[in-house]
């Protein structure tokens, strides 16, 4: 009987091995099929803000000393991380918002008034991944855009900031997406692959020198910034070149002959040349590196004794609110036992489509939130982190160089105001005070605030289901950006009633179709009535396309304003003008042939 029970334990027990072992693969490449697949993800919510007095000693840390030269008073890394712990408290230490300036890049008149606004919301640092916006001199002018800020605009940004009690955390991508440098063909020999301009060959023998000069030149015009984010996300193509692909195969030759398959000889080469780039960050420029997180992720458990272990701190990014399918609990275990601070982000505008006009408010209120359930230790997951250093807010403007204009900034506020409301409340959950408090913030007016019973009547969770882009607030709120926000309503607007006319002249009805337009032939009163619409559609994009324009022209330089009509107003103008010049093809004709007309 004992020998039989044995037996079936060990049958048991087998079972329930091979049970986890087969979930555990499978969480596995759904992780990474995901981060691979989607570069960038969606959703938030929150609840009540602290007095003043309070609000005023979250923005500033009591013990902040900032890393400095110049006679600035240095304070070594070692120091900075020791308050490393386990903490799960909220509101979060850092809440930061991202400026992705690669994308109709505002102007410092609209800053000046967005940051003293963020700042009243909860914001207490500010990430700005400048890209080309950034003024390079020397070798590397020509990466700097035609319309780059000048340095005595990076310097009035940094004192806008420090104004407003935000922290500048400069963003250099320093190994993946930088196609803002090798497009062009004096670092086009820098490429892993010569025909895809993402990433730099780790291997390069010169490669260090280039990325030394973009970060010591950031560095120059940020002296007080104490954290340096050196992105290394989406590095889509490794050991690709000629000289990786041979350390590739050494690597790999030499786990086959040891028999030792524990690491992954790719990301070695990934792991190599950011620790290569961590260690400038610390040792030459007295900053503390921060990475994406995502060529880490895939790891999973191989990831630790990595040569990163406390050398980087990890951004850990998901923009819906599934953080847990995307970043496991083993993930979490591996990051806990190899970094003593972690940041994570969630997203307030450029998630939600590369050709997105506006956020979704309710799915990156329901980001934000989920992310706030981990901080709080409210998530199993989370709490295996000694200490989450802070809430980043990312506002992607392109899905990379290449890519046209998502969101813009301006008509973007009330998503960012909402993010940060909630973050700095103190709670994991929407609630009709983050609601309160937001719409004062927004400065909508005293009558549209409240229902007869007291409860909010804007950004509640009730007006996101049903309004999940808030493009009404665009005509009731003084928010800087309201009037930009009025206008992608307006857009919005217009645009679905030119699309509606398209489509029901050439594919609804059957008088103005390829197939009439084609033979030229058709009913010239039935093409004369259908198109009856279009003169006042086009009057009214006229008349949009000149608004549009005046608005924007408050926040973006004339190239973005320029960019944003081309990529929304000139295609409804096209299809309106397609309509036209068909219409009168078909009409002109007073005589038709005979059937078939092939």
Same mark, same amino acid.
């Given at each position: 009987m004992m020998l039989y029970v044995r037996s079936r334990s060990r049958k048991i027990t087998l079972a329930m091995i091979t049970a986890v072992v087969i979930v555990y693969l499978v969480n596995i490449a759904s992780v990474s099929n995901e981060v691979w697949k989607n570069p960038l993800w969606f959703a938030r919510p929150n609840p009540p803000p602290p007095n003043a007095q309070q609000q005023q000693q979250n923005r500033r840390h009591d013990n902040r000393i900032f890393v400095g030269h110049s006679g600035k008073k240095n304070i070594s890394v070692e120091k900075i991380e020791g308050a490393s712990k386990l903490n799960h408290n909220l509101p979060p230490e850092y809440r930061v918002v991202h400026l992705d300036l690669k994308g109709a890049p505002p102007k410092l008149s609209f800053l000046r008034v967005?940051?003293?606004?963020?700042?009243?919301?909860g914001a207490n640092a500010v990430l700005i991944e400048y890209e080309d916006m950034f003024p390079?001199?020397?070798?590397?002018?020509?990466?700097?855009?035609?319309?780059?800020?000048?340095?005595?605009?990076?310097?009035?940004?940094?004192? +806008?900031a420090a104004k407003s009690q935000l922290e500048v955390i400069p963003l250099v991508?320093?190994?993946?997406?930088?196609?803002?440098?090798?497009?062009?063909?004096?670092?086009?020999?820098?490429?892993?692959?010569?025909?895809?301009?993402? *990433?730099?060959?780790?291997?390069?023998?010169?490669? +260090? =020198?280039?990325?030394?000069?973009?970060?010591?030149?950031?560095?120059?015009?940020?002296?007080?910034?104490?954290?340096?984010?050196?992105?290394?996300?989406?590095?889509?193509?490794?050991a690709m070149c000629a000289r990786?692909?041979?350390?590739?195969?050494? &690597?790999q030759m030499h786990q086959k002959e040891h028999n030792v398959f524990a690491t992954d000889p790719r990301f070695n080469?990934?792991?190599?040349?950011?620790?290569?780039?961590?260690?400038?960050?610390?040792? *030459?420029?007295?900053?503390?590196?921060?990475?994406?997180?995502?060529?880490?992720?895939?790891?999973?458990?191989?990831?630790?004794?990595?040569?990163?272990?406390?050398?980087?701190?990890?951004?850990?990014?998901?923009?819906?609110?599934? /953080?847990?399918?995307?970043?496991?609990?083993?993930?979490w275990h591996s990051y806990a036992s190899m970094f003593p601070n972690i940041w994570v982000a969630s997203a307030f505008k450029g998630a939600s489509g590369e050709q997105a006009l506006v956020p979704d408010?309710?799915?990156?209120?329901?980001?934000?939130?989920?992310?706030?359930? /981990?901080?709080?230790?409210?998530?199993? =997951?989370?709490?295996?982190?000694?200490?989450?250093?802070?809430?980043?807010?990312?506002?992607? &403007?392109r899905y990379d160089h290449f890519a046209v204009l998502c969101e813009l900034l301006p008509s973007s506020v009330p998503s960012l105001v909402l993010a940060l409301a909630m973050a700095n409340s103190g709670h994991a959950h929407h609630s009709d005070t983050v609601a309160q408090t937001t719409i &004062?913030?927004?400065?909508?007016?005293?009558?549209?605030?409240?229902?007869?019973?007291?409860?909010?009547?804007?950004?509640?969770?009730e007006s996101l289901v049903m309004e999940p882009q808030q493009l009404s607030l665009g005509d009731i709120c003084a928010f800087p950006g309201a009037n930009a926000l009025?206008?992608?309503?307006?857009?919005?607007?217009?645009?679905?009633?030119?699309?509606?006319?398209?489509?029901?002249?050439?594919?609804?009805?059957?008088?103005?179709?390829?197939?009439?337009?084609?033979?030229?032939?058709?009913?010239?009163?039935?093409?004369?009535?259908?198109?009856?619409?279009?003169?006042?559609l086009m009057s009214n994009l006229e008349a949009l396309r000149n608004s549009s324009q005046k608005v924007l022209s408050q926040y973006l330089d004339s190239s973005s304003v320029r960019e944003w009509v081309e990529q929304r107003i000139q295609p409804l103008f096209l299809k309106l003008n397609g309509l036209q010049r068909d219409a009168q093809s078909l009409m002109a004709r007073t005589h038709w042939p005979r059937r078939p007309l092939d």
């Open positions: 967005l940051f003293p606004l963020i700042a009243s919301a390079f001199v020397n070798a590397l002018r020509n990466v700097s855009a035609r319309n780059a800020y000048t340095k005595s605009d990076v310097q009035e940004i940094n004192r +806008m991508q320093t190994f993946g997406h930088l196609e803002f440098v090798l497009k062009l063909e004096e670092f086009a020999h820098f490429r892993e692959s010569i025909d895809f301009p993402q *990433e730099v060959c780790p291997n390069h023998p010169e490669v +260090m =020198t280039l990325i030394k000069d973009l970060v010591m030149q950031v560095r120059a015009l940020h002296p007080e910034s104490r954290y340096l984010h050196i992105g290394c996300d989406e590095v889509f193509h490794l990786c692909s041979a350390e590739l195969r050494a &690597s080469i990934f792991a190599a040349h950011v620790a290569r780039v961590a260690r400038l960050v610390r040792d *030459e420029l007295g900053m503390i590196p921060i990475i994406w997180d995502d060529m880490l992720r895939q790891q999973g458990p191989r990831l630790i004794g990595s040569e990163l272990t406390n050398l980087v701190e990890p951004m850990v990014w998901v923009y819906t609110d599934d /953080i847990t399918r995307l970043v496991p609990h083993y993930v408010v309710e799915r990156r209120m329901a980001n934000t939130a989920a992310w706030l359930r /981990i901080l709080s230790g409210e998530e199993v =997951t989370g709490r295996k982190v000694r200490h989450f250093r802070g809430l980043v807010l990312t506002g992607w &403007s &004062s913030l927004l400065g909508c007016g005293m009558d549209m605030r409240l229902r007869a019973d007291g409860s909010p009547a804007l950004i509640s969770a009025s206008v992608m309503r307006q857009y919005a607007t217009l645009k679905q009633q030119v699309d509606e006319l398209f489509w029901e002249l050439t594919e609804k009805q059957g008088w103005l179709t390829p197939y009439n337009v084609r033979h030229g032939f058709s009913s010239p009163w039935r093409v004369a009535e259908g198109l009856a619409k279009q003169p006042f």
